[in-house]
């Protein structure tokens, strides 16, 4: 008798034993499923007006290359005309046939529907128009430039043109229309506008387009040599 009492007691500690486990490995199962995974900075998706500020940047090195183009050509220097041309064509794919075919789809109208700065809206769409007149003209001045004054002369007139247009253009936007954005749209609106911007860059470019966008232009900036930042710290 005494060893099936035995016998049923191992069992019955061991069962218990086994219960314990499980309820352990259990608990221990919900405590990770409920720790929130460590986020990278990766991880984190770019927001809209993050989105659209850094396409500014390529904007601003864009404008960048025209300043530097039309003053060493306003001293005598003889620049490829392709330097221009290339920077005008990535003016045209990027800047507006993308940024801003984005903001008049996605930005402005959402200032309108709210009645927020529609006067400024209505000026920044006028110079979106202006804007690729510029661009055009560019690329058709650029490819005669080098052997024809009025051609040269032509082209860095609306390279200047573009820098005078699109400088304050930008800062408005920058500052008065990207900081507004969020608060005309919900959480869940503001998050979804981020990826479709980036559903619609992705479509354009393929993936990074961005970062080939960036790419293409330090290779215009090494070619004007633009691309050494420390060239424009003062030196004394």
Do not use: C, W
């Amino acid at each position: 008798m005494a060893s099936i009492f035995n016998s049923r007691r191992h069992l019955l500690v061991g069962a218990a034993g086994s219960l314990l486990l499980s309820a352990s490995a259990f608990a221990d199962q919900r405590r990770q499923a409920a720790t929130p995974k460590k986020k990278t900075a990766e991880s984190v998706p770019v927001t809209a007006t993050e989105d659209l500020m850094r396409e500014h940047g390529v904007l601003q090195r864009i404008l960048l290359i025209y300043e530097a183009g039309a003053r060493r050509i306003g001293q005598g220097e003889d620049i490829d005309p392709a330097v221009f041309t290339q920077a005008a064509e990535t003016m045209r794919d990027f800047i507006h046939d993308y940024h801003e075919k984005s903001e008049e789809e996605h930005v402005f109208p959402r200032f309108k529907k709210a009645g927020r700065m529609v006067e400024l809206i209505d000026v920044l769409q006028v110079q979106h128009t202006a804007g690729r007149k510029l661009t055009e003209r560019i690329l058709q001045t650029a490819e005669a430039s080098r052997g024809n004054k009025e051609q040269r002369t032509a082209m860095t007139d609306t390279m200047q043109a573009t820098i005078t247009l699109y400088r304050p253009h930008a800062a408005r936007e920058d500052t008065n229309i990207f900081p507004t954005l969020r608060s005309l749209m919900t959480p869940n609106e503001f998050e979804e506008l981020g990826e479709t911007l980036e559903k619609a860059e992705v479509a354009k470019f393929g993936g990074d387009g961005f970062e080939k966008m960036a790419k293409r232009i330090e290779q215009i900036e090494k070619r004007i040599g633009t691309d050494d930042l420390a060239q424009a710290t003062p030196k004394n």
